[in-house]
């Protein structure tokens, strides 16, 4: 029988039980449309701007792609069932845009609606809760190719689809989040070039930051005044990748480095959002780059539209210097030195540091600088999985990874931090973007030849952690 634990990381947590959160805390599980569900060509999908990169060679491990993906399109009502059979009260999905509204213009294309229709139906009728995410990264092709999340248009765009989704789906659904992580839609889209639809231009990135900003405001506004004239329940929020950033010694120039990784990756984000207001220090950066936000009258009302809720996607935090390997504070390309370091700590199979305490950090400054109710929408990793000859899958450092990320947002909830619920990333195994199927996230194992789902050891911890939590 193998029992070997990957990486070392695992620990015995029978004699530590989650404690410090109360009975009505929010525990879920969440998924995104494109990382699952299949059917690419279905029901009068068109492609998104993923289904055009998996294409181009190169770009995506061994050239895979979310044709087929977990084929939750056809399985969604067993997918439902081992949501349900996880005691979870909600579950986190993406609506795919091209499926909704193809092409990226014109009116709502009813089979794609009919299966989130058919998905709620189903969530009700085991007495789970949906919560959706508009956007999830797949940008319908069309729009990329009329200049993509750079363009202004395509956040007017976005706002068309989003209302097209709320007035069929609102009067039934009260958690919606507009945008899943603008960070990586415009940095890695746009400025890295790692993910859809891999540009190179960082220009193009700093107007895509805005436009996609502009369109979660423009989404945000028609949701809040529809919700409000049709008397439905709201909980609305966006969903941002934070972490936090550590200097690695207490020299100016490591502090001036964690301010930029702050400033160019969180701030620049949650300002606008929250205070109507980007960071007079991060458009000082921008401008040593001659790039500037292409900001009109009137946008930062529309993209501080008042939330509800923040959804917090937390992986690891990073410790920074100010300075080359060789101490100059300049780099090759003429700018201040922004250099992640790594530690001696361990490691997911993504090669992320695993750092739950930043995730305390970070919970108790959101409440602090921004003061706003959180979610973490998003908290999980990728190990190395190996199935064991009893079948099973005993992945004892995902579990001891969850207990730790878990017993963080207890601490900071016990510092006062407003943090309401815990989604796991993710409910199984999936499309891992330009990794393709080679990393594993999920706490259930999908065998993508068959097809077959197989509860791994850290579903079931997690199952048993939220029975415990609530006391039954
Ligand atoms: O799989 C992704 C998800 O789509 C967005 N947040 C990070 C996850 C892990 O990389």
Same mark, same amino acid.
Not at 292 to 302: H, K, M, S
């Given at each position: 029988?193998?029992?070997?634990?990957?990486?070392?990381?695992?620990?015995?947590?029978?004699?530590?039980?989650?404690?410090?959160?109360?009975?009505?805390?929010? $525990?879920?599980?969440?998924?995104?449309?494109?990382?699952?569900?299949?059917?690419?060509?279905?029901?009068?999908?068109?492609?998104?701007?993923?289904?055009?990169?998996?294409?181009?060679?190169?770009?995506?491990?061994?050239?895979?792609?979310?044709?087929?993906?977990? =084929?939750?399109?056809?399985?969604?009502?067993?997918?439902?069932?081992?949501?349900?059979?996880?005691?979870?009260?909600?579950?986190?999905?993406?609506?795919?845009?091209?499926?909704?509204?193809?092409?990226?213009?014109?009116?709502?294309?009813?089979?794609?609606?009919?299966?989130? &229709?058919?998905?709620?139906?189903?969530?009700?009728?085991?007495?789970?809760?949906? $919560?959706?995410?508009?956007?999830?990264?797949?940008?319908?092709?069309?729009?990329?190719?009329?200049?993509?999340?750079?363009?202004?248009?395509?956040?007017?765009?976005?706002?068309?689809?989003?209302?097209?989704?709320?007035?069929?789906?609102?009067?039934?659904?009260?958690?919606?989040?507009?945008?899943?992580?603008?960070?990586?839609?415009?940095?890695?889209?746009?400025?890295?070039?790692?993910?859809?639809?891999?540009?190179?231009?960082?220009?193009?990135?700093?107007?895509?930051?805005?436009?996609?900003?502009?369109?979660?405001?423009?989404?945000?506004?028609?949701?809040?005044?529809?919700?409000?004239?049709?008397?439905?329940?709201?909980?609305?929020?966006?969903?941002? @990748?934070?972490?936090?950033?550590?200097?690695?010694?207490?020299?100016?120039?490591?502090?001036?480095?964690?301010?930029?990784?702050?400033?160019?990756?969180?701030?620049?984000?949650?300002?606008?959002?929250?205070?109507?207001?980007?960071?007079?220090?991060?458009?000082?950066?921008?401008?040593?780059? @001659? #790039?500037?936000?292409?900001?009109?009258?009137?946008?930062?009302?529309?993209?501080?539209?008042?939330?509800?809720?923040?959804?917090?996607?937390?992986?690891?935090?990073?410790?920074?210097?100010? #300075?080359?390997?060789?101490?100059?504070?300049?780099?090759?390309?003429?700018?201040?030195?922004?250099?992640?370091?790594?530690?001696?700590?361990?490691?997911?199979?993504?090669?992320?540091?695993?750092?739950?305490?930043?995730?305390? =950090?970070?919970?108790?400054?959101?409440? &602090?600088?921004?003061?706003?109710?959180? #979610?973490?929408?998003?908290?999980?990793?990728?190990?190395?999985?190996?199935?064991?000859?009893?079948?099973?899958?005993? =992945?004892?450092?995902?579990?001891?990874?969850?207990?730790?990320?878990?017993?963080?947002?207890?601490?900071?909830?016990?510092?006062?931090?407003?943090?309401?619920?815990?989604?796991?990333?993710?409910?199984?195994?999936?499309?891992? $973007?330009?990794?393709?199927?080679? &990393?594993?996230?999920?706490?259930?194992?999908?065998?993508? =030849?068959?097809?077959?789902?197989?509860? &791994?050891?850290?579903?079931?911890?997690?199952?048993?952690?939220?029975?415990?939590?609530?006391?039954?």
């Amino acid at each position: 029988m193998n029992l070997v634990i990957p990486q070392g990381y695992a620990r015995d947590l029978a004699a530590e039980p989650v404690t410090g959160l109360p009975a009505d805390f929010r $525990w879920g599980v969440a998924t995104a449309a494109y990382q699952i569900e299949g059917a690419a060509a279905e029901d009068g999908r068109t492609p998104s701007i993923w289904d055009t990169y998996c294409r181009v060679p190169g770009m995506v491990v061994r050239g895979e792609n979310g044709d087929v993906a977990c =084929d939750h399109y056809h399985r969604m009502p067993e997918d439902v069932q081992l949501i349900a059979d996880l005691g979870v009260d909600t579950y986190r999905f993406s609506l795919a845009w091209p499926r909704i509204q193809p092409g990226g213009r014109g009116p709502a294309n009813d089979k794609g609606l009919d299966f989130y &229709k058919r998905l709620i139906d189903e969530l009700e009728s085991k007495g789970i809760t949906p $919560w959706i995410t508009l956007y999830h990264w797949d940008l319908p092709q069309e729009l990329e190719d009329a200049g993509g999340w750079p363009a202004r248009d395509t956040a007017y765009r976005f706002a068309e689809y989003a209302a097209l989704a709320y007035d069929a789906l609102g009067d039934r659904v009260k958690h919606w989040t507009t945008l899943n992580e603008p960070w990586c839609s415009a940095m890695l889209g746009y400025a890295y070039g790692n993910q859809a639809p891999g540009r190179t231009n960082f220009g193009e990135a700093i107007h895509a930051v805005h436009h996609l900003l502009l369109g979660h405001g423009l989404a945000s506004r028609y949701i809040r005044e529809t919700a409000a004239a049709r008397g439905n329940e709201l909980e609305l929020g966006i969903t941002l @990748n934070l972490g936090t950033a550590t200097p690695e010694t207490d020299s100016h120039e490591d502090a001036e480095a964690c301010r930029r990784a702050d400033g160019l990756g969180r701030r620049l984000y949650l300002d606008p959002v929250v205070k109507g207001a980007y960071p007079e220090d991060v458009i000082a950066d921008l401008a040593l780059q @001659n #790039v500037e936000l292409p900001v009109q009258d009137g946008d930062l009302e529309i993209i501080s539209t008042p939330l509800d809720v923040l959804g917090v996607n937390f992986y690891r935090g990073t410790l920074f210097s100010g #300075v080359t390997e060789e101490g100059s504070p300049v780099g090759a390309d003429g700018l201040p030195v922004t250099r992640g370091i790594e530690r001696d700590l361990p490691r997911t199979a993504m090669d992320w540091e695993i750092t739950p305490t930043a995730l305390t =950090d970070l919970l108790l400054r959101l409440q &602090k600088d921004y003061g706003i109710p959180t #979610v973490i929408t998003e908290n999980g990793a990728a190990f190395d999985d190996t199935v064991s000859e009893d079948g099973e899958i005993h =992945d004892a450092d995902r579990t001891t990874y969850l207990a730790d990320h878990i017993a963080a947002v207890a601490a900071a909830r016990a510092e006062g931090a407003d943090v309401r619920g815990y989604f796991a990333w993710s409910l199984m195994d999936n499309f891992e $973007w330009s990794y393709g199927y080679d &990393k594993r996230f999920g706490i259930v194992r999908v065998d993508y =030849d068959t097809q077959e789902r197989t509860l &791994k050891d850290s579903a079931k911890w997690y199952r048993d952690t939220i029975r415990l939590t609530r006391g039954a």
